[in-house]
């Protein structure tokens, strides 16, 4: 169908439409093939430059014959010059000349005019197809964060209803999964991969001690974030920390409460899913960073840990540990007096 329509365009409307097609996306093929370091395109690229070239050539040659006539015309004329012309005979006033008949030659049409209102027309259309992809979103720009519900409640577990205003998973993931957290990281413009809470309870205490739990994971960094409820205080958590594996152990003051920051391994585990199903050993994974702030500004027990890895080993700078807790802390209620 395109090309019965190509054929029934005048010469003139027709070579300058496919010079600009064939001039627009050689050239942006051959752009995109040499940003992206990929042969195929370029040879695509090079093809509708040969096209064009070669399109541009017939023009040139066709404007180079309207300008000089042939050499059979030039002659044929000047022998028609050179004949005896007979004498006009007089005509009589007033007698209307003869009517152009079926063979007189119409006025041919503006070659240049149309060749321009082509350039112009399809140039347009050239330069929106060049410049839609630098104005319309890619599928990474348009890619949504990590959402932290997933439609589904989860149960709480009994020892939620017996703890004094307890916050949930879900509501920890909204309060972490914030959308200037990769921000505060030092990583503006990642988006969050992965969003999720969960309602536990801290381990080894047979499910009565509430520890909800939360975790945003970015491409370079990954943020978790818990509140566990039981009664010991940050100064008795920092003389656990000292007969413990934790390194870098510096207490402070956040919000107002009493907390500590220090480094620890993570745990690697893997799992195998083969025939056997059995697992690896537990290993050591990468070093992360962790801020634990009491739940109270009197410290009456329980503390929020925010605690930052990554699987390089590389970790943020203090200071965003720090801003975090600015920004989480206030959505968790303070632990009331018992």
Known sequence: MLGIILRLLPFWVRE?????????????IMYLAVHDSDWVPAGIGTVFLVFTAIRIHMVVRALRARRNPSPAASTNGSAADAAPQPQPQPQPQNVPGPRPGPGTPKKDHNAWGQAVAAVAVFGAIGATLWLAPDFTPSDVNTSQPASCSDGTHEKLPKVYTHTPRPVTGEELCKALNRPDLAELLGTSGETATTASGSNNTAALTDGKVAEPEAQVAFDTYTVNVSATYNDLTTDQYVKLMKFGDEQNIKTLTVLGRPAVLFSDHTMKLEINLGSGGSGGPVQQGPLARTLSVALDRH?????????????????????????IAEKVLPGIPERPAR
């Open 16 to 28: 300058p439409l496919l010079i600009v097609v064939g001039s627009v996306f050689g050239v942006r």
């Open 299 to 323: 410290d009456r027990g329980g503390y929020c840990d925010i605690t930052v890895w990554s699987e390089s080993g590389a970790l943020p700078n203090d200071n965003a540990l720090l801003h």
